[in-house]
């Protein structure tokens, strides 16, 4: 069953704007750390974003930092990506991810501790 659903995602224009949006349900929701995901063709995945559930707090890579807003609405159990000041760059497909871990920010930007994945949505910035 799955327990992610990511919407959103679009072909914009450089410096366009997007936000996407994911829906976590079942065990998903009640997960402690939240964190969206890029991968490019013939490329590896790479962290974007991350934001823990019992305070709010965020981080993000380097390269949106400034751009990209991750939020989340708790009755809803939806966490947005806010996407502004796009770059070609930014081409990628984006996954939202989730784990019960609580971890640091070293951890929360690569894939391995995540355990729940959405399908992932396609943002093409041309």
């Known amino acids: 069953h799955v327990q992610l659903v990511e919407s959103g995602g679009g072909s914009v224009q450089a410096g366009g704007s997007l936000r996407l949006s994911c829906v976590a349900s079942?065990?998903?929701?009640?997960?402690?750390?939240f964190g969206w995901f890029r991968q490019a063709p013939e490329k590896g995945r790479e962290g974007v974003a991350y934001?823990?559930?019992?305070?709010?707090?965020?981080g993000y890579s380097d390269s949106v930092n400034g751009r990209f807003t991750i939020s989340q609405d708790s009755a809803k159990h939806t966490v947005y990506l806010e996407m502004s000041s796009l770059k070609p760059e930014d081409t990628a497909m984006y996954y939202c991810?989730?784990?019960?871990?609580?971890?640091?920010?070293?951890?929360?930007?690569?894939?391995?501790?995540?355990?729940?994945w959405g399908q992932g949505t396609q943002v093409t910035v041309s």
């Open positions: 079942g065990y998903a929701a009640s997960s402690s750390t």
């Open positions: 934001i823990y559930n019992h305070n709010g707090n965020t």
């Open positions: 991810a989730a784990t019960s871990l609580f971890m640091t920010r070293a951890q929360a930007l690569v894939p391995a501790p995540y355990v729940y």
